[in-house]
């Protein structure tokens, strides 16, 4: 059996707590025209399932009252992340990947991040070495089959030809895809949800890197028992 390990990036690798969070706020003001508490925004997101911060921006500004279409969201948006991609940070270490590579089992990304905003984070952070396959936002030719849907954890996971796989995430939307691609797909992924900020019924939850290390290494020998 071919196993591996899969990651989403934002919120999981990259603290994007004062970067992309704060540039939905930051958009969603310049249309609604008032300030937004920055909690509330993280609540729309989260509690809701959104993925992509576009349509999560989308429906900051609907629920306090405001309209704006998605191309004009996309460049404001895209105006204020510039601003504020420098303040993010790592949440897993370059030694926890070290040691991850040191199982001799390949490394995925499957991200919705547009693919420079990705490329950007990673040079900066020097990331790639890590990561045998990186599917991020642009490569998927169909808007409708990236991530969340489970389409894309499954190509993933043909490019890396893998029979199993564990899924780090830590939103509801990653926790829902992993839950669609158990009911649509035959192969085996098993989904750990990093953080707090939202907690799916019945996820294994780890919060820190030493656990999550640990759950890792614990879920791939579980599978050379079955």
């Known amino acids: 059996m071919r ?3 899969i990651f989403d990036v934002d919120g999981v690798i990259i603290d994007v707590s004062h970067s992309y969070h704060y540039a939905i706020k930051n958009t969603a003001e310049r249309f609604l025209g008032r300030g937004l508490d920055i909690d509330l925004v993280r609540e729309i997101k989260f509690k809701k399932g959104i993925n992509n911060d576009y349509l999560a921006t989308l429906e900051v500004i609907k629920t306090f009252g405001g309209s704006a279409g998605l191309e004009e969201v996309v460049e404001v948006f895209n105006q204020e992340y510039e601003k504020l991609k420098e303040t993010e940070r790592l949440i897993l270490s370059r030694d926890f990947f070290k040691k991850l590579r040191d199982l ?3 490394l995925g990304v499957l991200t919705g991040r547009p693919r420079q905003d990705l490329k950007d984070a990673f040079d900066r952070f020097e990331l790639w070495e890590f990561f045998d396959v990186v599917v991020d ?8 089959l990236r991530k969340p849907n489970p389409y894309a954890l499954n190509f993933c996971m043909e490019r890396m030809n893998l029979d ?27 989904y750990i949800h990093f953080g707090d900020r939202v907690l799916p019924p019945s996820a294994k939850v780890v919060r820190s890197e030493e656990e999550l290390f ?13």
Do not use: H
């Open 3 to 5: 196993k591996g390990l």
């Open 164 to 190: 199993y796989a564990v899924y780090v995430g830590d939103s509801l939307a990653d926790y829902q895809m992993v839950e669609g691609f158990k009911r649509q797909y035959a192969k085996r992924v098993d």
């Open 137 to 144: 936002d642009d490569t998927i030719e169909q808007p409708s």
């Open 214 to 226: 640990q759950a890792l290494k614990e879920a791939l020998q579980n599978q050379e028992a079955v």
């Open 104 to 106: 001799k089992v390949p």
